[in-house]
Structures are given as C-alpha cells and as structure tokens.
C-alpha cells in the first residue's frame, strides 16, 4: 500500500512538470511570434506616408498591434460617418480609446493563458512531495511498530521513496515558478509597448481628425 502511495504521488509530480515544460515551451513560441509580427506591423504602420495608407497597412495585417489599431479605426470611421451623434460626442481620443482598451484586454486575457497553470503547479507541488513524505515515514513509523525493533533495514525504503517524493515536488515546482515569473515579465514588456503604442495612435487620430 505504502508504494503504490508514493508511486501516485510520484506520477503525479511527473506528470505535473511535464505539463509545466508544455506550457513553457508553448508560451516561449507565442511571445516569439507576438514579438515578431508586433514589430514588423509597426515597422509598416509608422513606414506609411498618410493616414489612410497607415490604415489600410493595419486592415491588412494580422499582428496583435494591428488588432488594437483597427478596433480604433473602426470606430474612428463611424464616429466620421455619424458626427452627431451622442454616442461619439467629446474628444476623439477618449471615444477611439474605449474600444482600443477593450481589444487589449480582449487580448490580454488569451496571452495569459497558461499563467495561472504554473501558479498553481508552483504553489502546490511541493504539498503534494510532502504528502508522500508525510504517507512514507507514517508507514515507516507503524512497521517499526510492528517488528519491534528499529532497524535501518525495515526504516530506510519507506523513508527513502518518502524523500524522493519531496525532491521530485521541489524540482516540480521551482520550474514552474521560474516560468511564470519570467513569463509575467514578458506580459508587462507587452503591456508598456503596447500603451506606447496606443497612445501614439491616439495622438495620430486626433491630428488626423482636428483637420475635417
């Protein structure tokens, strides 16, 4: 009973870090990807010599800059085509911000995915190691009891596979709390670039707007 205790909570630590190195490996992919495409759309957005230009380079773009772009645009030309409106009453900074805020949280959400995984795998493995430990040197503890004598022979297996499983949640854990502070990291990099942008683009489209 006693190994076949240890052995769950062993496969489960196992498997726990190999779910941490998929979402590593996953996430280190994406924020690549997002850095790539992120850059180059800027590259062309701010390389385009007029406003309509800059929009049709976001219209045609992909990137996650651009999605943020365009929901601005979207709004920009309905606030264009219906001026009196209530709804685009007020400074067209403010009107274009809502909706460009609401994509970038929109997108926030699917970038942090993955991120509360490795939380919780870091806070909580290191319990579970302890648990088998804890199983491990009470079985230990009762055949002592048992034999009437405490030998190292009857202590040290249990004991032994008790402290494998607490070195296995420990390695489990400190990857997963690596991870997810190195990818934190990488979202508030994303997060001032991005506001960097905005506020750029905010700027622009008000220029843009004062000449009509």
């Given at each position: 009973?006693n190994s076949f205790i240890?052995?769950?909570?062993?496969?489960?630590?196992?498997?726990?870090?190999?779910?941490?190195?998929?979402i590593?490996v996953?996430?280190?992919?994406?924020?690549?990807?997002?850095?790539?495409?992120?850059?180059?759309?800027?590259?062309q957005?701010?390389a385009?010599?007029?406003?309509?230009?800059?929009i049709?380079?976001a219209?045609g773009?992909?990137?996650?800059l651009?999605?943020i772009?365009?929901?601005?645009?979207?709004?920009?030309k309905?606030?264009?085509?219906?001026p009196?409106?209530?709804?685009?009453s007020?400074?067209?900074?403010d009107i274009?911000?809502?909706?460009?805020?609401?994509?970038?949280?929109?997108i926030?959400?699917i970038q942090?995915?993955?991120l509360?995984?490795l939380?919780s795998i870091?806070?909580t493995?290191?319990?579970?190691g302890?648990?088998?430990?804890?199983?491990g040197i009470?079985v230990?503890?009762?055949?002592?009891?048992?034999?009437?004598?405490?030998s190292?022979?009857?202590?040290?297996g249990?004991i032994?596979?008790?402290?494998i499983?607490?070195a296995?949640g420990?390695a489990a854990?400190?990857?997963?709390v690596?991870f997810y502070?190195f990818?934190?990291?990488?979202?508030?990099v994303?997060?001032?670039e991005?506001?960097?942008?905005?506020?750029?683009?905010?700027?622009?489209?008000?220029k843009q707007a004062?000449k009509?």
């Open positions: 009973m240890i052995n769950a909570v062993l496969v489960v630590l196992i498997a726990l870090s190999i779910f941490t190195w998929t590593a996953v996430k280190m992919k994406q924020f690549k990807r997002l850095a790539i495409n992120n850059q180059s759309f800027q590259d957005f701010w385009a010599k007029s406003w309509e230009e800059g049709s380079v219209q773009n992909s990137s996650e651009a999605q772009a365009n929901a601005g645009i979207l709004e920009y309905e606030c264009q085509q219906s009196d409106s209530l709804k685009y007020g400074e067209i900074h274009l911000e809502r909706p460009m805020r609401q994509e970038i949280q929109k926030l959400r942090e995915k993955g509360a995984e939380a870091g806070s493995a290191p319990f579970i302890l648990f088998g430990t804890v199983w009470m230990a503890l009762q055949e002592i009891s048992a034999s009437g004598q405490a190292i022979d009857i202590v040290a249990p032994g596979e008790a402290l499983a607490t296995i420990i854990a400190m990857p997963a690596l502070n990818f934190l990291r990488k979202m508030k994303w997060i001032t991005v506001d960097g942008f905005s506020e750029s683009f905010l700027r622009l489209a008000s004062s009509k």
